[in-house]
C-alpha cells in the first residue's frame, strides 16, 4: 500500500519539515514562490512528553498512521539529503519571503480593517488591495509580486480563493444574460 501511494503522489508534506517540504512540492512541480504562498498559521505547542502513556495508547490504536508518518518523513529526509548544495539556502530565501509577506499582509488587512470601519469609498478599498510588495528575480525563480488582494485572499478558505478565482478567469460567469432568471440555490 505504501508502495501504491508513493506512485500517486509526487510528495508527502511532512509538517515538522512543512517549508523544506513546499520546497521540494515546489521543484517537482515546477512551481513558483508565488504557487506556495500561504497565511502565517499558528502551532500550537504540545506536551507530548508529559503522557507517555497516552501516546503510547493512541500508537497502539493507530499504528498504521505511525508506520506510514515514519515511511514518508523517511523519504523526505533522503530526497531532501539529495536536492543539492543550494536547497538550505531555497529554504532560507523562501522563509524570508514569507516573513516579508506576513508583514506586509498584516499592514494591509490592518489598514483594510481601518477602512472599512470607517466606512471608506470603495475607490480607497480598492486602492489599498492594489498595493503590492515586490520580490526580485533569484536563483529560484522569477520575479513576482504579493498585493493586497493577495493576502486578503490568503485569509479566506480555500472555497472562497478557489471561487473568487474563477471569477477572474471567467468573469462573465456571474453575468447573466436578459432573459435568463437568477439562479438559485438548491
Known sequence: YMKYIESKFSVVLIYEMYIESLIVMKRRLCCSFKDILHPHMRKGQYEIESDRRLLELHRAWSPHDYVMYEHFKQIMLR????????????????????????????????????????????????????????????????????????????????????????????????????????????
Request: with cysteine; net charge negative.
Open 79 to 186: 530526497t531532501i539529503k539529495h536536492e543539492g548544495d543550494n536547497f538550505v539556502e531555497e529554504v532560507e530565501h523562501f522563509k524570508d519571503i514569507l516573513a516579508q509577506t506576513q508583514d506586509f499582509c498584516e499592514k494591509i488587512c490592518t489598514i483594510l480593517g481601518r477602512g472599512l470601519e470607517e466606512h471608506k469609498s470603495q475607490d480607497m478599498l480598492q486602492s489599498i488591495l492594489d498595493e503590492h510588495i515586490s520580490f526580485a528575480s533569484s536563483t529560484w525563480d522569477e520575479a513576482f509580486n504579493v498585493s493586497g488582494l493577495d493576502c486578503l485572499m490568503m485569509r479566506f478558505s480555500p472555497q472562497v480563493y478557489r471561487d473568487a478565482l474563477r471569477l477572474i478567469q471567467w468573469p462573465n460567469i456571474c453575468r447573466r444574460k436578459k432573459d435568463q432568471p437568477r439562479c438559485q440555490n438548491h
